[in-house]
Nanobody, 121 residues
């Protein structure tokens, strides 16, 4: 089992920045590809960004690729999502997820409880 705990959400104005963190425990962190997803009220959960086990490869949702950066620190068992130039449409609950296969996989086995990000206009 992998336990994931997200922190760093909050209420910000449009144009601001936030950095989300996801601390992992329970298994060897570097054996897991990591990702961030988000879900807005009334919408399906959507993929935001993923990072490979080593951290050398990443991929992004097209609409955030120029504004968000996913990174990881395997020594700290933590994955991050730096979000710049936030827009009201980025408002959502952000979830951290893990799988032991590949960052290119669309399926994730472990999920955090989520952290709320609210962007006011």
């Amino acid at each position: 089992q992998v336990q994931l705990i997200e922190t760093g959400g909050g209420l910000v104005q449009a144009g601001a920045s936030l950095r989300l963190s996801c601390a992992a425990s329970g298994r060897t962190f570097s054996n897991y590809a990591m990702a961030w997803f988000r879900q807005s009220p009334g919408k399906v959960r959507e993929f935001v960004a993923a990072i490979s086990k080593s951290g050398r490869s990443t991929r992004y949702l097209d609409s955030v690729g120029a504004r968000f950066i996913i990174s990881r620190d395997n020594a700290k068992n933590t994955v991050y999502l730096k979000m710049d130039s936030l827009k009201p449409e980025d408002t959502a609950v952000y979830y951290c997820a893990a799988n032991d296969r590949s960052y290119a996989s669309g399926q994730y086995d472990y999920w955090g409880q989520g952290t709320q990000v609210t962007v006011s206009s």
